[in-house]
């Protein structure tokens, strides 16, 4: 990764991967040839990436029974969630 200018907290893993522009902060690029362009962004390959895949099934499992947990106090409370 090139040395910024200005900006900060950026990370740049892979081969010639890179935070590129100046003014970026928490950017991050994996991957041969990533390049985040925008704070507050994650880049996860170059154009050629064409799947992202992970195994997140006990994670969502688990926060599908934190959500209940939640909706059930929220709902034992009175609150009925954000109007729309």
């Not at 990370?11 to 935070?19: I, K, S």
């Not at 928490?26 to 154009?47: C, E, H, P, Q, V």
């Not at 006990?58 to 954000?82: D, H, K, M, N, W």
Request: aromatic share 4%; proline share 2%; charged share 20%.
């Amino acid at each position: 990764m090139k040395p910024e200018t200005t900006g900060g907290n950026n990370t740049a893993v892979g081969y010639a991967a890179d935070v590129y522009l100046n003014n970026l902060n928490n950017a991050t690029a994996i991957g041969a040839f990533a390049f985040a362009n925008a704070s507050n962004k994650i880049r996860l390959g170059n154009d050629s990436v064409s799947v992202i895949e992970a195994d997140l099934k006990r994670r969502l499992e688990a926060l599908e029974g934190r959500l209940a947990t939640v909706t059930s106090i929220q709902s034992s409370a009175g609150a009925v969630g954000p109007s729309r």
